[in-house]
C-alpha cells in the first residue's frame, strides 16, 4: 500500500522561509529610533537574533537613513 508523505506543518514551511532578520531590525530601528533591546524583544525578535544581527541591523539602518536624506 502506497501512502502519502505527510504535509508539511505551517510551523515547518514557516521555517523554510528565509527571512532577512537583519533587514527586519533595521527597519524596525529606522522607523523607532532610539529603540531598545526591551523594543525588539517586544516585537518578536528573540534575545539570540538581536544579538546576533545588532551589529549588521545598526550599520544597515544607517546606510539607509543616510541614503535615504542624501
Not at 529610533?33 to 544581527?53: K, V
Request: glycine content about 4%; aromatic content about 6%.
Amino acid at each position: 500500500m502506497h501512502t502519502a508523505p505527510p504535509t508539511p506543518t505551517a510551523a515547518a514551511v514557516h521555517n523554510a522561509i528565509p527571512r532577512d532578520t537583519a533587514k527586519e531590525i533595521a527597519d524596525y530601528m529606522r522607523a523607532n529610533p532610539g529603540c531598545t533591546f526591551d523594543d525588539l524583544r517586544a516585537e518578536g525578535f528573540s534575545s539570540r537574533q538581536i544579538e546576533r544581527f545588532k551589529g549588521e541591523a545598526s550599520d544597515l539602518a544607517n546606510r539607509l537613513s543616510v541614503r535615504r536624506l542624501a
